[in-house]
Nanobody, 115 residues
């Protein structure tokens, strides 16, 4: 079955950096649209970044210029490099795989940014 496992979250100070990873299995990874979402307490889950099978990317306005999504189709892994982190970035970050009309989700990894 499709399985997504996130890692790399943690506690950092404002202005710091983190690199999230999402390892995918059970999919033809190179053909899958991969995304990162996040959800803070009391908020809806929001799209952070997305990368297509051929490498096209898009980002939420709140993270443009600070976050970079990338993928390694050999290792079946998608990354989210997060720089210049702000307390507002604190959330549970989820990896998402879109296969046809179906979305698959990881369990999430917590990112906490202290001021």
């Amino acid at each position: 079955q499709v399985q997504l496992v996130e890692s790399g979250g943690g506690l950092v100070q404002s202005g710091g950096s983190l690199r999230l990873s999402c390892a995918a299995s059970g999919v033809i990874f190179s053909s899958v649209i991969m995304s990162w979402y996040r959800q803070a307490p009391g908020n809806q889950r929001e799209l952070v970044a997305r990368i297509t099978s051929y490498g096209s990317t898009n980002y939420a306005d709140a993270v443009k210029g600070r976050f970079t999504i990338s993928r390694d189709n050999v290792k079946n892994t998608v990354f989210l490099q997060m720089n210049s982190l702000k307390p507002e970035d604190t959330a549970l970050y989820y990896c998402n795989a879109r296969i046809l009309a179906t979305n698959f989700w990881g369990q999430g990894t917590q990112v906490t940014v202290s001021s």
